[in-house]
């Protein structure tokens, strides 16, 4: 059987996370968010306590770690070690950790060769922001999916005010505007669209439409192959 690897990426707030997540249950794929990894080098740095200034130290934390995913009816189930992390990696101060740690070389390196034998056999749907262009070069279907950044801040406010009445949209729309800002300019591994991707702007499609794009491109790279649960 022909199962190759998909490679999503693009910026923050794209839905990356979901779109990806269905399209790997669609083709009995598995679905790798690499985005979690970084949180995880976050909150075992953390546990360890290590400072996520101390740029060696988190670096030697990352090549230590043992991390395992596998996918279940949610999405992703993530292993730290042995230990079934996936719940803790959802806490904010991790995802603020990993926007730093995401910037270490070594960290990403660290990560890169652990997500390259996630992929090594294929079947695989990995989403982040330097999928196609670092971590799965020849992967065979590359999507870069984006939508302005009006509609990504709204998708995330509409996310986080249950949590924060008192967010506003333009708060939002200032944090993902430094996000990208960051993400595009990092000095290592910065998030860019691949010339062989498949461009896909979502600010006015559903989630449906996103999906069912990616799948007639994973149809057409793969034939019957693609779409088959086996």
Excluded: W
């Excluded at 949180?39 to 546990?47: E, F, G, I, K």
Aim: hydrophobic residues 40%; charged residues 25%; negative net charge.
């Amino acid at each position: 059987m022909n199962r190759f690897n998909i490679a999503i990426d693009g910026p923050a707030s794209s839905g990356k996370g979901t779109i990806a997540k269905r399209v790997a249950a669609s083709l009995g794929y598995v679905y790798i968010d690499t985005g979690a990894m970084y949180r995880a080098v976050a909150l075992a740095a953390s546990t360890q306590g290590i400072s996520l200034s101390e740029e060696d130290d988190v670096v030697t934390c990352a090549q230590e770690l043992t991390i395992r995913v596998s996918s279940n009816a949610h999405g992703q189930q993530l292993h730290l070690d042995g230990v079934d992390a996936t719940d803790a990696l959802r806490l904010p101060e991790h995802g603020r950790g990993a926007s730093i740690v995401s910037t270490y070389a070594g960290v990403r390196a660290a990560l890169t060769q652990q997500q390259r034998a996630l992929g090594k056999d294929g079947g695989v749907v990995m989403d982040g922001r330097d999928i196609g262009s670092v971590v799965l070069p020849d992967a065979r279907l590359k999507i870069y999916l984006d939508a302005s950044i009006k509609a990504r801040a709204k998708r995330r406010f509409l996310d986080l005010r249950t949590k924060d009445p008192a967010l506003k949209l333009s708060e939002v729309e200032e944090a993902i505007a430094a996000r990208d800002a960051r993400d595009m300019n990092r000095d290592h591994a910065p998030l860019r669209r691949t010339q062989d991707a498949l461009y896909i702007d979502s600010t006015e499609l559903t989630i449906d439409d996103v999906v069912n794009r990616i799948l007639a491109a994973a149809a057409q790279e793969g034939g019957n192959d693609a779409t088959s649960d086996d």
